[in-house]
């Protein structure tokens, strides 16, 4: 009995479900509008997002 069969490997070690492979590289880059500074501080121009910073701030200053 050299090789276990897959059914066995998987009974002893289970299943991973997760990515293979290295991670990407973190290289501090915005990938997205909503993340930039202007953005988040309503400082674009757009009313709607000048409400959600304000809802933000307001949700950051809850618990001190």
Do not use: W
Not at 27 to 41: H, I, N
Not at 54 to 63: G, L, T, V
Request: aromatic share 6%.
């Amino acid at each position: 009995m050299g090789k276990e069969s897959d059914f066995e490997h998987i009974l002893e070690h289970g299943i991973n479900f997760g990515r293979g492979g290295d991670k990407p590289k973190d290289d501090g880059k915005v990938k997205t509008k909503a993340k930039k500074k202007k953005y988040v501080t309503g400082a674009h121009g757009s009313g709607s997002a000048r409400q959600k910073a304000k809802y933000r701030e307001q949700r950051a200053n809850r618990h001190k």
